[in-house]
């Protein structure tokens, strides 16, 4: 009985910590590093031609990337595991692998993009 009890608390706790993650990533986060494929740093300004370089995301599942003036529109999607972020926009998707996430922080691969690392504003 004790395993029983033990084993349904820790999938309630998992269960939580899933929803928790997609709450935490509703919300305003600005490019604050890049990585190109190969690993080379590249400066946000230089690589993207502004510093104005954001993820806006909305519950339950409203995207829209900003580039400068440019607002580009989807739709954003976390995966139960909560290891990969998918975002739609502009009749594409990309699949990114969500290497660290925190509240404040959120560190990202896409194969053909790199890593990019965002703060939350």
Partial sequence: MRKILTTLLLCAAA???FAQ???ELVGKWQLVGI????GQSLNVEEAVGTKEVYQIFAAPDTFEGVVGSQRIPGKWSLSSDNKWLTVRAEG???KFRMDSFTAKT???YAEGVGTLTYEKR
């Fill in 15 to 17: 269960t939580s910590g």
């Fill in 21 to 23: 993650t997609a709450t």
């Fill in 35 to 38: 990585k190109d494929p190969n």
């Fill in 92 to 94: 594409g998707s990309t």
């Fill in 106 to 108: 959120r560190v990202i």
